[in-house]
């Protein structure tokens, strides 16, 4: 059963969570309905919102836990002040007086509430970077622990002081003190689980794409699988090379092209058993040299229009000034002019290596602009389209954000343990994922004394006679 | 061939002489010395014993007054012309072997295919 896809703003990984049960009945894995979650909705209504969903979550998934935080941040803020102005308000003569003591504690309060602002700011309300499908049990946990504890205060004050309306208001401030060092400490406890937990690596990932097994291997730490997830696809973004479907289907083409039996890996040879096997082999063989003959031919080629393009080209010196002002151009007019001249042997060369759909004209240009202001080599400049790069190099329309499916057999909230394996899947393409912890390594220590280092020297001497 | 320090060595030894030839100004002897007792005797390829630091014939010039005399490679030099030879350095063992005013050395030279010639035929003549 295929859960709905969220379309989300290019450079936001949106999840969606596919669970592998054996009756994938959809409707018993709903969410509670909490302030973060995703709205429980009956079968019924999907297939017809999976249309529609696109553009009604684009703004409201991603500001519900913004608001949620907002809310909780205000109450917890405004608390403490109610606290303190009621007494004030509602029976103002029949209130001590504030001593030297209690004034001290409205600075003591001012100041961490000033801080409890900025922290919680800096902990809930920043702009989330990504999409999960489930919501963070930690997160959920915090709001509801502040929640508690604001809402026992509350119940206290209510019937301890408003109720008997009590008149010592160094009690009274004290207890809103207490109040905000209470939320300071649940804060500390969020910022204990939902950022230093993480820090410490305790196990190691191993990545593997499923079309080209590329393969990478990484450390991190106490995470849920769609938190682990999420850095897995951060990493990949920066470490992957990009993804080249033509590659793949080209080599295909070329291999049943020439033979049955042979199989071409992103130009490395791999022979299954053949038949006919000397008249194929060196078939094949020719075919491969003919092939990477026609590569280098092409390599050269580019080289050499490209070093021949940086030479027309040199940025103005001081005695250049006197020079006709029709010969001085921008950078982008100067990347305009040389760019004819190597167009046709770069096109050349990425057709060749099936990479013309990952450069535009503009992009080149762009680069050709930059490296030229930048005062780099053309061997610099080609070093961008020799290799593929991450993905993250080229444009939004390659990063596909919003296109992965975290596919699990454990519940993506629970967190990841030596031996939990996942499936990330994009379009075209799958990463494999597997956790192994990293092993408990004893240490043990040994003292040299620097003195002990002390050396022989071993002769072997030969001598003839 | 290994010995037991401070016990006394005892070894079946062949007795070779060889006239050195005058080649220009030098006496040659037509092979060549390695190991002593400062030297490293784990690199030694010829000794049983990696301990061992006696002085050990490592090379023959072929057609040379050692090969016609009957030196082989690997054979242990227990003494020259008298002087013991298994608790030598590297250079008095050479010393001793290039004398100037000497035209003969007389060697005692020890080998392992010697010691089992003598039990094989010592094992013959119990047979009979």
Excluded at chain 1, 16 to 43: C, F, M, Y
Aim: proline letters at 4%; one cysteine or more.
């Amino acid at each position: 059963m295929e859960k709905k896809t969220f379309k989300d703003a290019p450079g936001n990984i949106v999840f969606e969570h596919r669970k592998l049960s054996p009756d994938d009945n959809w409707g018993e894995t709903t969410t509670a309905v909490t302030g973060t979650s995703e709205l429980s909705i009956s079968q019924e209504e999907v297939v017809g919102l999976g249309k529609e969903i696109q553009d009604r979550t684009q703004g409201f998934r991603r500001y519900l836990p913004l608001a949620v935080g907002s809310c909780v941040g205000l109450l917890v803020l405004a608390t403490p002040l109610v606290f303190l102005l009621l007494p004030a308000l509602m029976w103002p003569d029949r209130l001590q007086a504030c001593g030297a003591a209690c004034e001290g504690l409205f600075l003591s309060i001012s100041f961490k509430l000033l801080i409890l602002l900025v922290a919680v700011w800096a902990l809930f309300l920043r702009p989330g970077r990504a999409c999960l499908p489930r919501v963070c049990v930690y997160r959920a946990f915090l709001t509801t622990l502040t929640l508690l504890l604001t809402m026992s205060y509350w119940l206290f004050y209510g019937v301890r002081i408003l109720d008997a309306q009590d008149e010592d208001y160094h009690g009274i401030v004290q207890f809103a003190v207490s109040l905000v060092d209470s939320q300071l400490f649940v804060h500390y406890l969020a910022v204990v689980l939902l950022e230093l937990r993480q820090l410490q690596p305790c196990y190691s990932v191993c990545v593997i794409r499923s079309t080209d097994g590329e393969t990478r291997h990484y450390n991190i730490g106490q995470l849920s699988i769609q938190r682990a997830a999420l850095s897995i696809l951060e990493y990949y973004y920066r470490d992957f090379p990009l993804h080249n479907p033509a590659l793949l289907s080209a080599s295909k083409h070329r291999a049943a092209k020439h033979l049955a039996g042979l199989k071409v890996y992103n130009g490395a040879v791999e022979f299954q058993a053949l038949n006919n096997s000397s008249s194929r082999a060196m078939v094949t063989a020719a075919a491969k040299r003919k092939d990477t003959d026609y590569y280098m031919y092409v390599c050269v080629r580019l080289v050499v229009a490209v070093e021949e393009a940086f030479t027309h080209v040199r940025r103005m010196k001081k005695e250049d000034e006197r020079a006709t002002p029709s010969d001085i151009m921008d950078v982008r007019e100067a990347a305009l002019a040389i760019f004819p001249s190597m167009a046709r042997a770069l096109q050349k060369y990425l057709r060749t290596t099936r990479r013309q759909h990952c450069h535009s004209m503009e992009s080149i240009q762009k680069h050709l602009a930059f490296c030229l202001v930048n005062n780099m080599s053309p061997k610099a400049f080609l070093e961008a389209y020799l290799a593929p790069g991450p993905t993250l190099q080229y444009g939004p329309e390659r990063w596909m954000a919003d296109q992965w499916t975290l596919v699990s057999e454990a519940s993506v909230t629970s967190g990841i343990k030596e031996g939990t394996e996942f499936l990330l899947r994009c379009l075209d393409f799958n990463l494999a994922v597997t956790v192994k912890g990293i092993p408990y390594i004893r240490l043990t220590e040994e003292y040299i004394d620097p003195k002990s280092h002390k050396f022989l020297l071993l002769l072997q001497s030969e001598t003839s006679v | 061939m290994s010995f037991v320090p401070g016990q006394p060595v005892t070894a079946v030894v062949q007795r070779i002489e060889i006239q050195k030839l005058r080649q220009g100004n030098n006496l040659i002897l037509g092979f060549s010395i390695g190991g002593g007792i400062d030297q490293d005797p784990g690199q030694n390829p010829f000794s049983e014993d990696k301990t061992d630091k006696g002085i050990y014939v490592t090379r023959i010039t072929p057609g040379g007054p050692a090969d016609v005399a009957g030196l082989m490679m690997g054979d242990k030099i227990m003494q020259v012309n008298g002087w013991d030879m298994t608790m030598v350095t590297h250079d008095k063992a050479r010393k001793r072997l290039t004398k100037k005013n000497e035209d003969v050395v007389r060697l005692l030279v020890t080998r392992k295919s010697l010691e089992e010639a003598v039990k094989h035929s010592m094992g013959t003549y119990h047979k009979q």
